[in-house]
Each structure stands twice: as C-alpha cells, then as structure tokens.
C-alpha cells in the first residue's frame, strides 16, 4: 500500500506524530488540514512548520487520486466520477442527489472477487484493496469537485467492502470524524454481500455506522446462482446473523433486492422473502435491475408495482429505490472501469 499520511486515522496520526517527534497536537492539527480544511498541498497548512511539512511530503504523496472523467446525468442529477490511483489503476465513485440529501456511492476495491452473475464489476475480477485514504479521498475530491457537502456516504461501488475490512473501517471513521469530514455515522451505511464472520465482527465495532445486506433471492437455490458466496454462506446462516446483528446492536438491517425480469420477481419469491424477513427488525430496498450487456433483464413498470403489491400489510418497511444514474452507467451493479487509463 502506498505509504500517505491520508491513510492515517486520527489515532493514528497522533502516534505517527509521535513516532517523528512532534507533539500528538500537531498530528491532530495535520488531520484537519487534511480531512476537514481539505487542502491539497502542505503549502496551505499555515500553522504547520516547513520542516514538518518536509516530513509529511517525505512520508508520500497527500493526494491519491486524480480526477479521470466526469459525466452528468441531466436527468436526475447523479454524477460519475473515473478516478485513477497512482498506481494507474482506475476506479468509480457516484454522486445521488435526492430529497436535500447528497449521497456518495464509493468503491472499496479495483474490481471484486465476489463474482455476482448480475453485477458488472464482477467482470473485472479483482486487482486490488483500495487504502483508507484512497476511499476517503473519493469523498473529498467530490466535495472539492461540486462545492457541495456530502451527506451520506454508502460502501456499495465497485468491490466488497468486507473483503477490505480494516481499510473501510478506518475510512468509516475519518469520515465520521469530527475534525474529519463529520459525517454522521448513522448517515454512512456498509453493504456487504454477505460474509459472515465480518457481519459478526461488526455487530460489535463501537460505531453507530449501519448495515445493509444485498440479499437478491430468499432460497438458496436461487441465490446461488446469483451470489457465488451462498454456497459458501448458506442463507439460513446468512439471516441467523442479521438477526444476531440487530438483537446485538438494537438497530434495524437494511435488506437490498435487486428485482431481476423472470428470476426473482414472482409471488412465490414475495411469499418466501416475506417469511424470511418477518423475525428480523429491518427494511428493504427493492432496486429494480439496471440492464446493461447481461442475459438478465428489468421487469416492466407493472410487474414491479405488482411485486410491490405483494408486501402490502408486512412488519417491515419496503421501499422501491430506482437508483440513480442509469444514462451514465452509474446505478447499482453497473460500476465498470472502461476507460483505460495511460
Ligand atoms: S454486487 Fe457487489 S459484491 Fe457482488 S460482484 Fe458486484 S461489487 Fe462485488
């Protein structure tokens, strides 16, 4: 991993000040420049000594990404931003607007080993884990980009966020910080696809941060050909901790599903979701599919209504997300690196 002080929390960066034989204030003063005021170069950090900034430049690089391409989708508002690493890899974060909200979709990896049949980065395989500092400053560089404050960020781009434990934590917490980018933690949601051991682990992180499970079928037979990691974690196991997950942390779950033409969107399926989610305090997202060259394919304005129909009178919330960004490739599933980069 490319050494920066970015890839330090704030703990952190008071023991590396420590370490160089600073004073842990001026590690906290150095993290605000970096993660709250911003800046782009030590030249800004005016409180900041030059031989201590001579140290900062010596530990690596301050900024980690560079902005590749950005494209709008006047439609709704949704911006995608290519950024590439400094390594020449590539990756994408996504901007939604909606109801006074600006959310960042980031990535936590190049690419993903999780090989979803449905979902388009899958096809990149994986490369690599992304640093605390390199999700980070996807949100940064946005702030920077639009001039607009981020108010939620979810882990749901490209990669899975519990195959890149530690860094998505540590990222987590600088942007919850509060003289990082003091995001609340209960407005910063992680999705995982489902590794249980992670889900465990987090049930008792000491943060207020949420959990979302993309969840897509209710019966294993289903969900394995759709998420290769059921055959791996059953279903039943799946659920048994998202339960253990809101009995520990007295929070709900947010179920996400993917509403794919043929597949999952049937009476049968509504039936068995519905039994399987009724014990657990949680919501669910239902995304309809965004078609992109798969073989699967987004039900009709109808047939989605009807599904929904299905759910009337449940214990749980339901919610029909028609996630933003389809004319530029931005929404769920469709986050692909095809730019590449010289
Ligand atoms: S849906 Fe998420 S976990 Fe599955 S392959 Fe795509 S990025 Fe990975």
């Known amino acids: ?63 980690l990404l560079e902005l590749k391409k950005h494209e709008v989708n006047e439609g709704d508002g949704t911006e995608k931003f290519l950024f590439s690493c400094l390594d020449g890899n590539a990756l994408e974060s996504v901007l939604i607007r909606s109801a006074g909200r600006n959310t960042v979709c980031v990535s936590s990896q190049i690419g993903c080993a999780m090989g979803c049949t449905f979902c388009r980065t899958a096809d990149m395989g994986i490369l690599r884990d992304l640093s605390s500092g390199e999700i980070v400053e996807q949100v940064i560089q946005i702030t920077r980009l639009t001039h607009e404050r981020v108010t939620n960020v979810v882990f749901m781009g490209m990669g899975e966020p519990f195959n890149n434990y530690q860094e998505v934590i540590k990222a987590a917490t600088v942007l919850n910080h509060e003289k990082g980018l003091n995001i609340g933690a209960r407005h910063i949601t992680i999705s995982t696809a489902g590794i249980v051991p992670r889900v465990r682990e987090f049930s008792h992180l000491p943060y207020q941060f949420k959990l979302a499970i993309s969840l897509n079928a209710a019966n294993d037979e289903k969900r394995n050909e759709l998420m290769p990691i059921n055959r791996r974690y059953s279903l039943s196991e799946l659920l048994k901790t998202a339960k253990y997950y809101t009995d520990v942390t007295n929070k709900l779950i947010t179920f996400e599903y993917v509403l794919i033409d043929g597949v999952n969107n049937t009476q049968k399926d509504a039936q068995e979701l519905i039994k399987q989610l009724s014990h657990i305090p949680s919501k669910l997202n239902i995304i309809p599919f965004n078609e992109i060259d798969s073989k699967f394919q987004r039900p009709g304005e109808r047939d989605i209504s009807t599904f929904l129909s299905y759910f009337e009178g449940v214990n749980f919330a339901v919610t029909l997300r028609n996630s933003g960004g389809k004319g530029i490739q931005a929404a769920c599933g469709q986050l692909y690196h095809e730019v590449l980069l010289s």
């Open 1 to 63: 991993m490319m050494n920066s002080i970015k890839n330090l929390t704030y703990d952190e960066m008071q023991k590396w000040a420590l370490q160089k034989g600073l004073k842990p204030f001026v590690g906290r003063q150095i993290f605000e420049w970096v993660f709250s005021k911003n800046v782009e170069s030590t030249d800004s950090m005016r409180n900041i000594a030059k031989n201590v900034r001579n140290i900062i430049e010596k530990e690596g690089p301050l900024s």
